[in-house]
């Protein structure tokens, strides 16, 4: 059985486990899910992000040294932002228009107590944000795990690798075998994968809670219809024309990753999965993925962006407040922003949100109504945000003429 089927399954079992925990006695519900199903979650969790910081370094490095013009990347570097900027700008602009269709905050009773004090963090400046960028302190940076700074200095460390030539080639090839020597470990960890989709997914749903799932539908059922109108459409379009590549072949390849997507609802524990399936499946040159994937993760989130526009409308209409169209352009141009200036932020979807509601005049204490039923959403907008990471990194690839012409229409092993 292909290892896709098999976490399909284990999610599978376990919605329908955390559907059943819902109905059982609370003295055997808590502790299944407290002593052995969330442990066996964050079990896999830790297993993955393990692996998250030395592979993003030694990818970053390798496929960086091994780029003959330094121009070239800068070149993917400018395409790669504009890309995440604009799928960014369509995502949040299709939610506004889904939303506006669906009303899903019109009849919501609003409870004031709920939503009372919720916890906000304040985004730092952007300047703060640009800076943080560059590390001062390196080895602190891949201690912490913060992603973008890691990046850089790995940019940094391939840059000076590729100019020094033939005169560094033991250090290039030992990063290209660390590298690979990090994908065996994903392969490792993936076999994982099924097991840790159901005690997450378990987890999620009895957490949740069916009552709270059906007083919300109609607000889960626009954010996860825009999500798949998203990546259906306007990524099979951009794959399509942009990358030169069968949409049926992209999300085939990308199954595996959209899956633990699903399962972690986190893109940065999902990295390793989906640099793996880009590169292997989607043949998608190293040069092009280490950069572009890494910082994807980081800032690109379309799938986020789907949510703060539905529930930026829900919340407006919990309130009582009509949007005006000039307050709904300001929510597309604040978060299509806020994705950059929050990139290196804890919680970033939140901060985002925060933002985006302050910019028009909506209180942020509206976010609780939404807070009950965001680990679903979280789950399926990861989904998104992965694989609008790799739809940009197909498209770079093409535009650079680098990747292999196999990747055009090529059919997947069965």
């Keep these: 059985m292909k290892l896709t089927t098999k976490i399909l399954i284990g999610i599978l079992c ?7 925990l819902q109905s059982a006695p609370a003295g055997l519900a808590q502790p299944l899910v407290q002593y052995a199903l969330q442990p ?5 969790l830790r297993a993955i992000k393990m692996l998250v910081v030395p592979l993003v370094f030694f990818s970053v490095i390798s496929g960086t040294a091994n780029v003959a013009n330094p121009k070239t990347l800068g070149r993917i570097g400018a395409k790669t932002l504009a890309l995440y900027l604009i ?14 269709l669906t009303d ?5 009773p609003l409870d004031r107590q709920q939503a009372g004090n919720v916890e906000i963090k304040e985004a730092p400046p952007v300047t703060q944000t640009l800076l943080s960028i560059i590390p001062t302190n390196p080895i602190d940076a891949l201690a912490n795990g913060d ?39 994903v392969d490792a960890v993936m076999k994982l994968a099924p097991y840790g989709a159901f005690a997450l997914m378990a987890v999620a749903i009895t957490k949740a809670g069916l009552d709270l799932i059906g007083s919300m539908f109609v607000y889960l059922l626009t954010v996860i219809g825009t999500l798949l109108i998203h990546a259906g459409v306007v990524y099979s379009l951009m794959v399509r024309y942009l990358g030169k590549m069968s949409p049926r072949t992209f999300f085939r390849g990308m199954l ?33 993925s280490s950069f572009v994937l890494p910082v994807g993760a980081t800032m690109n989130m379309d799938g986020t962006a789907i949510m703060m526009g539905v529930a930026s409308v829900f919340i407006a209409q919990a309130y009582g407040v009509d949007l005006t169209l000039w307050q709904q352009a300001t929510i597309v141009l604040t978060a299509t922003l806020a994705s950059i200036g929050t990139a290196a932020v ?36 990861t989904v998104v945000n992965i694989t609008g990471d790799a ?16 990747a055009v229409d090529r059919e997947l092993p069965a």
């Design 147 to 185: 992603m973008l700074p890691i990046i850089a200095f790995a940019l940094f460390v391939g840059l000076a690798m590729a100019s020094l030539g033939e005169r560094v080639q033991l250090l290039r090839d030992a990063c290209e075998q660390a590298n690979v020597v990090m994908m065996r470990l």
């Design 40 to 44: 066996i979650g964050d079990l896999f």
């Design 256 to 288: 595996p990753a959209m899956e633990v997507a699903f399962a972690t609802s986190s893109s940065s524990a999902t990295l390793p999965v989906t640099m793996e399936q880009v590169e292997r499946e989607l043949r998608v040159p190293k040069s092009v």
């Design 14 to 20: 376990g919605l329908a486990a955390g559907v059943g």
């Design 87 to 100: 799928t960014t700008a369509l995502a949040i602009t299709l939610a506004l228009i889904a939303a506006n």
């Design 104 to 108: 899903p905050g019109t009849g919501v």
């Design 346 to 381: 804890p919680s970033a979807g939140l901060v985002m949100l925060t933002m985006v509601l302050t910019a028009v005049g909506l209180p942020v204490e509206g976010i609780a109504l939404v807070m009950g039923v965001d680990r679903l959403v979280d789950m399926c907008r």
């Design 391 to 406: 739809c940009v990194a197909v498209c770079v690839a093409s535009g650079e003429a680098e990747a292999e012409p196999l």
